[in-house]
C-alpha cells in the first residue's frame, strides 16, 4: 500500500480513532468494553503531553489506524517499560500496515531509551498473538478466563519484546 503515511494523533482524530475502536467492541472479544465508547473515553489518549509516540496510520488521507505507547505503571522504577497497543480499521488487516506502524513505534521507543514493552491480547485474537510472535514478542503471563464478553470467556495474554 504505496499511499500509507503515519503522523502523531491530534485531537481532531477523535472521530476516526473511534469509529475504529466501536469496531471491534461490538464485534469481538478483542476490545475489553462491551458498549461504544463515547469521545470522552479517549479525551486523555487525545490531550495526552507525554513523550511517549502515538500514531495514526493514512490510506489516502483518511485515518485506517492509531497506535500508541503509554505508561505501565506511574511509579518511576518502571519508567523504562511501557504498554503498547494498536488497532487497524476492518479491511486494513494482514497487509503489512500493523508491522510497518510498529517500526515506527518501536524506532521511537529505542530512541527514548524504553527498554521493555508489554502488550495484553485476547486469546481469541490470534492474528494479534500471531503478529506478535513474529515480531519477536514472547508469552509472558496468562490470565485463564480472565475476561467474559459476549456470552463466552476468553484469556487475557501478556506478551513481552526487550528492545535494550
Known amino acids: 500500500m504505496e ?13 476516526a ?20 465508547l463515547e469521545v470522552s473515553a479517549i479525551s486523555g489518549l487525545m490531550n495526552d503531553r507525554s513523550m ?7 490510506f489516502d488521507g483518511n485515518v485506517i ?17 511501557v504498554k503498547l497497543t494498536y488497532w ?7 497487509k503489512g500496515i500493523g508491522s510497518k506502524l510498529y517500526d515506527v513505534l518501536e524506532q521511537e521507543l529505542r530512541r527514548l531509551k524504553i527498554s521493555s514493552i508489554l502488550v495484553n491480547i485476547s486469546s481469541d485474537n490470534v492474528a494479534s498473538l500471531e503478529f506478535h510472535k ?9 490470565f485463564k478466563r480472565a475476561g467474559h464478553k459476549n456470552d463466552r470467556y476468553f484469556d487475557l495474554i501478556w506478551m513481552q519484546k526487550f528492545l535494550a
Open 88 to 94: 487497524l480499521k476492518n479491511g486494513f488487516t494482514r
Open 134 to 142: 513474529r515480531r519477536g514478542y514472547m508469552d509472558c503471563g496468562n
Open 17 to 36: 480513532v473511534l469509529e475504529i475502536i466501536n469496531y471491534y467492541i461490538t464485534n469481538s472479544t478483542y476490545y475489553f468494553a462491551e458498549t461504544a
Open 65 to 81: 489506524g492509531f497506535g500508541y505507547a503509554y505508561n505501565f505503571r506511574p511509579e518511576s522504577t518502571f519508567a523504562e517499560t
Open 3 to 15: 499511499s500509507i503515511s503515519f503522523r502523531t494523533i491530534v485531537p481532531d482524530d477523535a472521530d
Open 52 to 58: 511517549l509516540p502515538k500514531y495514526v496510520v493514512e
